[in-house]
């Protein structure tokens, strides 16, 4: 993640069409956000999905 950008900047333009594709920006740094969360939450590290207790 050191090489992802501080900043992502998302432009939505109005169009008469169906909305898809505005809630995908933030999914792939979800999994490594929630591993490290879990790791501070118990000291664990989990490096295979899917995450078991």
Not at 12 to 20: A, C, D, G, L, R
Not at 22 to 33: Q, Y
């Amino acid at each position: 993640m050191p090489q992802a950008p501080k900043k992502t900047f998302v432009e939505i333009i109005p169009s008469m069409e169906k909305p898809t594709g505005v809630g995908e920006p933030p999914v792939p740094p979800f999994i490594p956000a929630l591993a490290n969360a879990i790791y501070k939450l118990t000291g664990k590290r989990n490096y295979e999905l899917p995450f078991k207790a």
